[in-house]
Structure formats: structure tokens, C-alpha cells
């Protein structure tokens, strides 16, 4: 290696593993105060949090790693152009291409990593990650009652409108269904308030309910009685339930039964699930459109069909042929097939909705593992030509150049991302449209810089007004002169 690309690089790594370590650190106290209620306040020991933020910190490499090099790229060459050794080089004969050689080796190099790391260390670390949280969560019983949902907790079914208090115990417009030996929900208790109170040396939680009424579904033996769906109603103004949390404090923590997301799938098991979810989402609308068909009867519209010898023509309409009762039997049982149609309809629109959203989001995850390391290499070449360029380095400028650009480039993703998600656009195009954005920004930064030239080409703007005004000049004297 010659002393140049020595010198380059070194100076390019330098800032390199700087940026890198202060952006982790920076985006690591962001999740630290986004999961900070998962943690606080349920006795975890420093090897537990240390694991949480350990598992987690991988998947803001996506993140930190573009930015990263973004920012040094503005920033190094930046420095090189503003202390004059670009100019120093260029009198010695070599041109920024042969400046940027050794870099792009190395970024060649950290975009094979990236995707190794995108497709096994990631996936690894999401697996990890979301079971620790599983599992954390279920040492609080309040963590597991997400607002404004059923959550299973012990032998009840509770929905809760809002918590609050310092440990989330105070609960507002509580439904419980309560489980019973029967199969469904017989018993149901309404409350405008609750509090949960428990110890951590006991094994048993009380759900403290506050003025409230006691549903319970009555089942006669009579079938007949059954009709009426009796219930008996009770009301209170205070009603404990105990809560047996035994299976829910013995916790463990190193439990990892949970693996239903694509975040914790390999390139090879995302084509696999892929393939699955294709194949059984259009045998599903096979077998829809084959049972819509059939509920219409034209299968066997001639089954037993007996014309008669004479035709009659039918004027206005066919109930016409028919008696007051029958025609309104035949319309009641027509719109009895259109209401349950359009029922099954919405229902199946429903699921099949649910089910292309997550398909969607199986092939945004697998193209996601390739876009990382394509846009180590983009963005290299949208920062080094752009630091020669503007011929600043520091924290300053590049600085802001850098966040602008990447925000740019973050938010086109996260907003194509999410209309990928719901079928608006492709998801193929979704995970590479910020990163085809900037494709053509790099190649014009690094055409510009290659060839001496600013930023923006503003005399060619502002030659054709100049044209214009001197003509309009020449006219001018023409016409004085006449």
C-alpha cells in the first residue's frame, strides 16, 4: 500500500470508528428511554440490562452504519479540501477518483459485512431481544394489561380504558370476562375503577374492583328457557378478585419460545415463508371465489328444471307470478343471501387484508438485508464528493449537510415502508426507493467533483437572463439611435 492510501485511510478510519461509537452511544440512550418503563422497577440485576441493550443494539446498526458513513465521508475529505491537499494531490497528478481508491475497497469490504451481519446477526439479536422483553414484561402483571385490549392475566380476561399511578395499579372502566368451566363467557363484571395490590414476596395479586355490576349468564336446563338468556345481575361498590401469579413471577428469563416475527428470519427462511404465505394466501382465494360462486346456485340453476310447453312473457316483474306471501317469502330469502354474502365478503376482505399486510412485510424484511449494504456503498459516494465539494470539515457543516440528507433519506424509506405495507406500493420498490433516490445524487456529486466543478452549475442558469438583457440592451440603443 502506498503512503497515500495509507494516509487517506488511517485518516478516514479515525473519524470512522469515532462517528460510529458516538452515534451508538447516542442512539442507545434513545432506547434506553424508550423501553425505561420495561426496566425500572422490577428488581432486574445489571447482567439482565446489560443483555437487553446488548440484543438491541444490532438493530440500530441499519441506522447508525449509513449515517455513519455519510457523515466521516463529508467530513474527511471535507478536511482534506479545506487544509489544500486535495489541491497538493492534483498538482501531483492525482485525480479524487485515485484518492477515493483505497476507501472504496474499504466500503466494499464494510458493505460485504453489513449484509453478513443484516442476515445473521440481526436476525439473532431480534430473537434474543423480544423474548428478554417477553419475558421482563411478565414480571410486572400491570406491564401484561395493555390499554384498550383484552390481556390474559391469570384466570380473567381484562380490558382496561387507561392506567395510571406510579406503577400503572390504578385501572379505569375495567371489563373482566372471567373464565370459567364452561366453554365461553358467562360471567362478566364491570367496574369504572380498580387497583391492582400485590407484595413481591406473594404469589398472589388482588384486582380491587370500585363500584361496578356482576354479569352472570344463567343456563337452564330447560332448552326452551334457554331462548330468553337469563342472566342474574349484581351490583357493588367494592369487589376483590385474587389473582394466583405463581406461573407469572416464576419467570425465565432465558426462555426463548417466542419466534414469530420476520425481523428474527434469515434471507433463506424469509424465502421459505415467503413461498408459504403466497401459495396458501392464493389457494385461499381459489377457494373463496369457488364458495362465492356456489352460494349463488347457478350450479344448479337446471337441476330439476321443467319448462313449461307454453311461454310467458314477463312484463314488469316475476314476483307478479306469485301471491302477496310468497312473493315477500322470496324477497326476504333473497336479501337473507345478499346480507349474508356481503357479510362474508367483508369479513374475507378483512383477512385477506391481514394476510398481504403481512406478506408485505416478509418481503420488505428480506429486500431490507440487501438495501444495507447498497447503501454503505451510495452513500460513500454522495458524502466524499460532497466534502470535496464544499470544502469544510469538523462537526459543523458536514454536520447538518449530513443529517439533512440522511433524514431525507430515512423518511422517504419509512413513509415507502409503510404504504408498502397495506399494498399502496410495491414492496421491492418500497425498500429501494430512498437508496435509488440517492443513486443519482451520488453519481452527479461525484461528476461534479471529479471534474472541478461547484455544487450547483448556477452560470447556466443565469447566462441565458444575462443573453437576454443584453439583446434587450442592444435593442434598446438601436431604437435611441434611430
Given at each position: ?266 434471507i433463506s427462511e424469509l424465502n421459505q415463508s415467503i413461498d408459504s404465505f403466497s401459495t396458501s394466501y392464493n389457494t385461499n382465494i381459489k377457494e373463496f371465489s369457488r364458495n362465492m ?190
Open positions: 500500500m502506498k503512503i497515500l492510501d495509507r494516509y487517506i485511510l488511517i485518516s478516514y478510519l479515525k473519524t470512522f470508528f469515532t462517528v460510529f461509537i458516538i452515534l451508538m452511544f447516542i442512539f442507545v440512550l434513545q432506547t434506553i428511554w424508550l423501553y425505561i418503563g420495561e426496566l425500572a422497577g422490577k428488581d432486574l440485576d445489571a447482567e439482565v440490562i446489560f443483555k437487553f441493550l446488548l440484543y438491541f443494539s444490532p438493530k440500530l446498526v441499519p441506522l447508525v452504519l449509513p449515517l455513519t458513513i455519510l457523515l466521516t465521508s463529508i467530513m474527511t475529505f471535507g478536511n482534506f479540501a479545506e487544509n489544500y491537499e486535495f489541491a497538493a494531490m492534483k498538482s501531483s497528478g492525482i485525480s479524487l477518483q485515485r484518492a477515493m481508491r483505497s476507501l472504496t475497497f474499504f466500503i466494499l469490504l464494510v458493505s460485504l459485512t453489513a449484509f453478513f451481519f443484516a442476515n445473521n446477526v440481526i436476525p439473532a439479536a431480534e430473537f434474543k431481544s423480544i423474548n428478554l422483553r417477553k419475558n421482563i414484561a411478565q414480571l410486572k402483571p400491570a406491564m401484561a394489561i395493555t390499554e384498550g385490549v383484552f390481556n390474559e392475566v391469570g384466570t380473567i380476561n381484562i380490558k382496561v380504558d387507561k392506567k395510571s399511578g406510579p406503577n400503572d395499579q390504578y385501572l379505569d372502566d375495567v371489563i373482566i370476562h372471567q373464565k370459567t368451566a364452561r366453554s365461553g363467557n358467562f360471567t362478566v363484571i364491570k367496574a369504572v375503577e380498580g387497583e391492582l395490590v400485590g407484595s413481591t414476596d406473594s404469589d398472589v395479586l388482588s384486582l380491587i374492583l370500585k363500584d361496578g355490576n356482576y354479569y352472570d349468564e344463567i343456563q337452564p336446563s330447560d332448552l326452551s328457557k334457554r331462548r330468553n338468556k337469563p342472566f342474574a345481575k349484581s351490583h357493588f361498590k367494592e369487589y376483590t378478585i385474587n389473582l394466583d401469579l405463581s406461573d407469572i413471577n416464576n419467570v425465565d428469563l432465558e426462555d426463548e419460545s417466542y419466534s414469530n416475527t420476520q425481523g428474527m428470519l434469515k360462486f356456489n352460494r349463488t346456485g347457478l350450479r344448479n340453476i337446471n337441476t330439476n328444471l321443467e319448462p313449461a310447453d307454453t311461454v310467458k312473457v314477463i312484463e314488469n316483474s316475476i314476483l307478479e307470478n306469485y301471491d302477496n306471501n310468497e312473493a315477500i317469502q322470496i324477497v326476504n330469502l333473497a336479501l337473507g343471501n345478499v346480507n349474508g354474502s356481503m357479510s362474508h365478503l367483508i369479513l374475507k376482505k378483512n383477512e385477506f387484508r391481514t394476510a398481504t399486510k403481512q406478506l408485505n412485510k416478509f418481503e420488505i424484511a428480506l429486500h431490507e438485508k440487501y438495501v444495507l449494504a447498497v447503501a454503505c456503498i451510495v452513500l460513500f459516494f454522495v458524502g466524499a464528493p460532497l466534502g470535496a465539494i464544499i470544502r469544510k470539515g469538523g462537526m459543523g457543516l458536514p454536520m447538518v449537510v449530513a443529517i439533512l440528507i440522511f433524514l431525507t433519506y430515512h423518511f422517504i424509506g419509512i413513509f415507502a415502508k409503510n404504504s408498502a405495507e397495506d399494498g399502496s406500493v410495491s414492496p421491492f420498490l418500497a425498500s429501494w426507493l430512498s437508496t435509488l433516490i440517492m443513486l443519482p445524487l451520488g453519481i452527479y456529486l461525484t461528476y461534479r467533483a471529479t471534474t472541478d466543478q461547484g455544487l450547483f452549475a448556477f452560470d447556466n442558469l443565469i447566462d441565458p437572463f444575462k443573453k437576454g438583457l443584453k439583446k434587450a440592451g442592444l435593442l434598446r440603443r438601436k431604437t435611441e439611435i434611430e
